[in-house]
Structures are given as structure tokens and as C-alpha cells.
């Protein structure tokens, strides 16, 4: 029988810090003499009562580590459960919504997701704002923890490709999940404090910097105004698109370059193939953008590099719609949107590890069409993909897109029309939260989706974060069986 003593115990750990965590906007408001820091304290208070009793009650007699069983459990719990203590500011506070659109809210959050059903942002308290981009950056770091250190140990969507002596791991860089986990908080950290600085010396506001600057590096897109990032000077635009890009690489590399390593950046395939996408879609986006608007080129080539490096990343800030662009433009972000950032940062979708092996794949199959007799094995940088790394990958890529297709289906059959339908999906379980089709047109939020497509697409962010598998692989009887 499983034990759950274990999961219940460290869940209660994770709960107190994030009642802790409640304090600090709560204390803002209060510096600033307004009644809503009352309330998030409220909200405070009760994360940390029900996490010190969860953990007291399930305090194990002796440190134990945890099985895989107990792992999965864990994982899946901190994010489908977390999000419903997380909303708790959004409910006793203002701005005072029902428990679906503050659980979507914060599932948004620390998904990374971007999505909002908030609107007149300017209006509502600093704690709001504050606890959004907190939501999203430790969301953001708990991402790159989960995608490094426990996803390949469950062997999920090919991550344990990232285990094998070929690949240039944490096994070469770091020896304990301790101390990755360490390094990857200070980078995370680091990052997160130069773009505020670069924002603010952009012109922005120290709050807008530190608020934005949180919401970048955990490709969140929580953005502190209605207009995004339309406000803001051409330089913090470009600005914007450095560090989106940045963020959408493997944060291990940046602890390689603090240790002096500089080498590894520039080979790793991942980056290199993420740069060189992003490139190409926003050559091609610009070159027909220019062609077909009349507008400068600086204009358009900023707002095309923007909108593409948040869409790539997963981000969701914008400077514009994309909708005016065109249809050629709108498949080409549909596709952006499903290539992804690479795997081991914050981003999400299928991520560029998983595209190139599958069209490793392909290319492979064609070949071995063309020679039936001829021995041709699937390779990433070089390095030949046995069929345990191959299997759950395709599995995953299989199960991410009949899944988007099916979220958008029945999203539609809620009332949405297909085309915000299918770009809800798109944006949900992908975790992109760039909002695009009719019914986010006109307050350029999700506010107009009812209270079940909100629920679907908060389950979407939560199945596209976890890979699916993790998730799916709990009501599975065999998973409860001894």
C-alpha cells in the first residue's frame, strides 16, 4: 500500500512557504496604508496554519527518501493543488472573483502560462501585481527544478535521454540534485535582477522593472498593465526580446559560464537550433509584415522579434496583436508557438529537444525507405536514441498534440468559437498565454471564456506543464498497484 505520509509531510513544507511568501505583498499594501494587504494576510495566515498542520501530522519518524510512486505523487500535487492556496489573495482580496477565474489565475501563474482573466490592471492593488509576478517566477524556477531533476529519474517525454553518460548533464557539471538545485536558484536569480536593471535603465518604472523582469525570466508574461509591453521605449522592447531569449535557454548552461565554461553554450544543438528559428520566423514574418503594411521596417522588425521571441518562449507578452498580420503570419505563429523554448528552462510546448528528435525521426524513416537494406538509427547531436529514450517521446509529442486538438474541441462545444477555441488550447497546455482570436479581442483577456472552458484550459496548463504523462500515468490502476 502506498505511503503517503511522505508526500503529505514535504506538501506541508512547500505550503508554509508559500504562506510565508504571502507576506511580503501583504506587508506592501500595508506600507502603502491600503485595506487589500489585510486581506492577503488573511490568506497568508491560512496557508501557513494548514501547511504547519499537514506537516506536523504527517511528520515521518525518520527521514525516508522517496519512491517513484511517491515522486509522481508529489509532482502532480504541487501543481494541481498548490494553484488553490496560491488564488486564496485573489479571493479574500481584491480583486474579490470567483474560485474558477482565481484558480485559473494562479494556475496561470505558476505554470508560467501568461493567460489573465484580470482586467484594469493599473486599478488594482500592488499586491496583486506583486504576488502574480512571485507566482510565476518561483513557478519558473520550480519548472527548471522539476525538468532537470525529476523528470528524467521518471523517465517522462524523453527526458531520460538527459541522463545518458553522452549528453552533457548536471552529472558533468554538478554531483547532487542539492547542488543543482543551489546553482540554478542563484543563475535564476542573477538574470532575473540584470533584466529588472536593463529594464529600469530602459526607462521603465523600478516596480514595472522588478514585476516584468520576474515575469521574463520565468517566460510568464504576467505583464503589471492592460497594454503589456506596448508602453514601454523601443529599447525596453528590445530589451524584452534579449532576455525572453535568454530565458528560453537551459539555465544549466548559464552555471556552466559562471564556472568559466563558456564552450558549452555554443555547442549545445538546442541553442543553437532555438536561435536559428527564432531567426528564420522572424525574417520571414518581417519581410512579409513590410511588404504588405505600411509601416518603417524598425517598427515592424521590433514588434515581429518581440511578439515571436514571447510566443517561442512561452512568455505572452505582446506589443501588439497578431491577428492584422495576416493568415501566412498567423500559421507561422501557431508554429512558433509549438517548437517551444529548450528543454531545462521555464518554457513550454514541445521544446526544441523533442522537435529535432522527432524530425530526427522522420528523416531517418525516409532514409530508411530509400534504403530497406541499410541499417539507420535515430540521432541527436551525433549521438544515437535507443528505443527507451524514443518511446515515451513520441508518446508524449503523440499525446500533446490529440490532446490540444481534443481541449479545442471541447472548449468549442462550451459556446467559444472554433477559432479562439483552438488558440485557447493552443496557448493553454502549450503554456505560450499569448492570447489570439475573437473572443480575447475585445478586452485582450480570457475573461469572456465561461466558467467551464476556464476550467478545461486550467486542466490544459496543467497537462501541458507536467508533460501529460505525469498527470495521466496517476488514474492509471496499475500506477496504485503494489
Not at 71 to 85: C, N
Not at 166 to 179: E, H, M, N, Y
Not at 200 to 216: L, Q, R, V
Not at 423 to 437: C, D, R, T, Y
Request: with cysteine; glycine share 10%.
Amino acid at each position: 500500500m502506498t505511503d503517503f505520509g511522505p508526500v503529505f509531510y514535504i506538501f506541508g513544507h512547500i505550503l508554509l512557504a508559500l504562506g510565508a511568501a504571502m507576506l511580503l505583498p501583504a506587508g506592501y499594501d500595508m506600507l502603502l496604508s491600503d485595506a487589500n494587504g489585510l486581506q492577503v494576510l488573511k490568506a497568508a495566515i491560512e496557508t501557513l496554519l494548514f501547511g504547519a498542520l499537514l506537516s506536523l501530522a504527517a511528520r515521518p519518524d525518520e527521514p525516508r527518501p522517496l519512491t517513484l510512486r511517491q515522486a509522481y505523487m508529489l509532482t502532480a500535487a504541487i501543481w494541481l493543488f498548490l494553484p488553490a492556496f496560491g488564488a486564496l489573495p485573489f479571493i479574500h482580496g481584491k480583486p474579490d472573483v470567483s474560485f474558477a477565474d482565481a484558480y485559473f489565475e494562479a494556475v496561470s501563474g505558476v505554470t508560467t502560462t501568461g493567460y489573465t482573466v484580470f482586467q484594469h490592471l493599473d486599478e488594482l492593488p500592488r499586491s496583486v501585481i506583486i504576488w502574480r509576478a512571485m507566482l510565476q517566477w518561483a513557478g519558473g524556477l520550480g519548472i527548471a527544478f522539476v525538468a532537470m531533476i525529476f523528470l528524467p529519474v521518471m523517465r517522462i517525454g524523453g527526458m531520460r535521454f538527459f541522463q545518458t553518460e553522452g549528453f552533457d548533464t548536471f552529472g558533468k557539471v554538478l554531483p547532487r540534485a542539492t547542488d543543482i538545485a543551489v546553482a540554478l536558484l542563484q543563475v535564476y536569480t542573477i538574470v532575473t535582477i540584470a533584466c529588472a536593471v536593463s529594464y529600469i535603465a530602459c526607462g521603465m518604472a523600478p516596480f514595472d522593472a522588478i514585476c516584468n523582469a520576474m515575469a521574463t525570466l520565468s517566460t510568464g508574461g504576467f505583464a503589471t498593465t492592460d497594454s503589456s509591453f506596448a508602453q514601454y521605449s523601443p529599447a525596453a522592447q528590445y530589451a524584452g526580446v534579449l532576455f525572453m531569449l535568454l530565458a528560453g535557454m537551459p539555465f544549466i548552461r548559464f552555471v556552466q559560464v559562471m564556472q568559466g565554461q563558456i564552450t558549452p553554450i555554443w555547442r549545445d544543438s538546442q541553442i543553437r537550433a532555438f536561435l536559428r528559428w527564432f531567426l528564420y520566423y522572424t525574417a520571414v514574418a518581417t519581410i512579409w509584415r513590410y511588404t504588405h503594411e505600411e509601416l518603417p521596417f524598425e517598427q515592424v522588425l521590433r514588434e515581429t522579434a518581440f511578439n515571436f521571441s514571447s510566443i517561442l518562449t512561452g512568455t505572452g507578452f505582446g506589443v501588439s496583436g497578431v491577428e492584422p498580420w495576416g493568415g501566412f503570419v498567423m500559421v507561422l505563429v501557431f508554429l512558433v508557438g509549438m517548437s517551444g523554448g529548450c528543454t531545462g528552462s521555464s518554457s513550454g510546448s514541445l521544446s526544441v529537444f523533442r522537435v529535432q528528435v522527432v524530425l530526427s525521426a522522420i528523416y531517418t524513416a525516409i532514409r530508411q525507405l530509400h534504403s530497406p537494406n541499410r541499417v539507420v538509427v535515430p540521432r541527436y547531436d551525433g549521438k544515437p536514441l535507443d528505443e527507451a529514450t524514443m518511446g515515451p517521446l513520441i508518446l508524449h509529442v503523440t499525446g500533446y498534440i490529440l490532446t490540444q486538438g481534443i481541449v479545442a474541441v471541447l472548449i468549442s462545444m462550451t459556446g467559444v468559437d472554433f477559432s479562439s477555441a483552438l488558440f485557447a488550447s493552443w496557448g493553454a497546455i502549450g503554456n505560450i498565454g499569448f492570447g489570439v482570436g475573437p473572443t480575447v479581442a475585445p478586452t485582450g483577456t480570457m475573461i469572456d471564456y465561461n466558467d467551464l472552458s476556464t476550467w478545461l484550459m486550467s486542466l490544459s496548463m496543467l497537462l501541458g506543464r507536467l508533460g501529460l504523462l505525469a498527470i495521466l500515468v496517476l488514474v492509471l490502476p496499475r500506477f496504485w498497484r503494489d
